[in-house]
């Protein structure tokens, strides 16, 4: 079965405006509100979410389809959120800047011809990683995300509304 990119990039554009309507308009307590200690608040993802779409996702995915043979930029997701300060950043500002990057992210994409998806980079420690894998990877990890922000937000209604919310249904890990 041959790689089929177009739904990947499909959802990737979808996922645009469902981080948008996720996460614009969010209330000040919440942008900075943690469910536990060492756990993201919104505006911590927003800014990881701007981060990987320029610096990971999209860079090594051109890398991978242009050099293969090229060790991939470094990256430093975790660390990332102190160096770079995440949680003085500037909410409604990280969000628009991914937005647009996500926006810049399907344009690239839709503009590949005939990219060679089964192009291999070997990873030290993943392993090879193909074209094809890490777009797949990409979309991932926005449903990773998005998970994320339901779970967050779940958690926050929980513990500001004191209610018991089992009406709504039994919240699944």
Not at 25 to 42: F, M, T, V
Not at 102 to 128: C, D, F, K, M
Not at 140 to 155: E, M, N, T, W
């Amino acid at each position: 079965m041959q790689f089929s990119p177009e739904p990947i990039i499909g959802e990737l554009a979808r996922n645009r405006e469902c981080f948008r309507s996720l996460l614009s308009g969010s209330a000040e307590e919440l942008i900075r509100w943690r469910p536990e200690p060492g756990k993201w608040c919104l505006l911590e993802i927003a800014c990881h979410l701007f981060d990987e779409e320029r610096e990971d996702f999209r860079t090594r995915l051109s890398s991978v389809l242009r050099y293969p043979e090229a060790p991939f930029p470094p990256i430093d997701p975790v660390g990332w959120v102190s160096t770079r300060d995440y949680i003085n950043q500037d909410f409604e500002e990280k969000l628009e800047a991914f937005l647009k990057e996500r926006a810049h992210s399907v344009e690239w994409l839709e503009s590949l011809s005939s990219p060679s998806w089964g192009n291999t980079y070997q990873h030290p420690a993943i392993g090879p990683m193909s074209g094809a894998m890490i777009l797949s990877n990409w979309l991932a990890h926005d449903f990773l995300h998005i998970r994320q922000i339901i779970r967050l937000k779940y958690s926050y209604l929980k513990a500001q509304s004191r209610q018991n919310l089992s009406y709504a249904g039994e919240w699944q890990p």
